[in-house]
């Protein structure tokens, strides 16, 4: 079970966290449709249109931090013009190969890449890319301070990083329904489509250990962003952090 991880050392949690998504990962999409009804498909459409992907000639480099099989990317260079290209940084082969299918199919294997990369120490030059972001990724970063430091490390000044990541329900009855729905629902669910319960509740245990907004955008701001802000979406399920590099 991954119930533990909380007192197991970081890089044994990394190790759990793999697992998981090397599991999950031909079933991901499926879920992630089933088990957020479908929601984070918007959640990523605002997270695009705030990303503002140039539609003329001027050039964006989008970098996908623990980018899974691209969903973000995709949707990136979907709707920017031709020079709109994103590179998918993620720790597991197994996302990364589901997510390189895709891209072939969709016809966008010249404008998104993948490559295998560990949040903590990204593997590309200082000041590299337009935009950074990181979707329902940063909370299973063991170090999530030094994925932090790192995504700001990469974005040419005046870039900004995106976080969207599960946040506090803050709203009455939203919030218990939520509680049931995630703790009773999410892994029965988990259980039915992949055979892995604990995957499932694991990943709900993360969800609840994920920092409350305000004491994320602190981090953000420790890691040397600026203009830190953030939106709740849906009442909270989920928040849009960002900060830019100055
Ligand atoms: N961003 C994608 C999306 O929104 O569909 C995937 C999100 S998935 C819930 C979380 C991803 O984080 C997994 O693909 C996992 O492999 C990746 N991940 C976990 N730890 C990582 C690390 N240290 N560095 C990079 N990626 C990591």
């Not at 990394?14 to 499926?30: G, I, K, N, P, T």
């Not at 072939?104 to 950074?132: I, M, Q, T």
């Not at 009455?172 to 988990?190: C, E, H, N, R």
Request: charged residues 25%.
């Amino acid at each position: 079970t991954h119930f533990g991880y909380r007192t197991v050392p970081l890089d044994d949690k990394q190790r759990m966290v793999d697992e998981v998504f090397h599991s999950v990962a031909r079933r991901y999409d499926l879920m992630n449709d089933l088990m957020s009804l479908g929601l984070h498909r918007a959640w990523k459409d605002l997270l695009v249109s705030r990303l503002r992907p140039p539609r003329g000639a001027r050039p964006f480099h989008l970098l996908d931090v623990a980018g899974g099989t691209g969903d973000v990317s995709f949707r990136t260079v979907e709707a920017g013009g031709p020079t709109t290209r994103a590179t998918v940084a993620d720790i597991n082969g197994g996302m990364l190969a589901v997510g390189r299918e895709r891209a072939a199919s969709l016809g966008l294997a010249d404008r998104v890449e993948f490559v295998e990369a560990n949040a903590e120490e990204l593997p590309f030059p200082d000041k590299s890319f337009d935009a950074a972001t990181v979707a329902f990724g940063i909370r299973n970063v063991p170090r999530m301070d030094k994925a932090l430091s790192e995504m700001r490390r990469v974005l040419k000044p005046g870039g900004t990083c995106f976080v969207l990541e599960f946040s506090r329900v803050d709203v009455p009855v939203l919030d218990a329904i939520y509680d049931a729905y995630s703790f009773k629902l999410i892994p029965g669910m988990g259980k039915l489509v992949t055979g892995d319960a604990d995957s499932y509740q694991y990943l709900v245990e993360s969800i609840r250990k994920f920092p409350p907004p305000e004491v994320f955008a602190e981090m953000m701001r420790t890691a040397g962003l600026r203009r830190v802000a953030w939106t709740p979406l849906t009442g909270g399920v989920v928040a849009l952090h960002s900060g830019v590099r100055i």
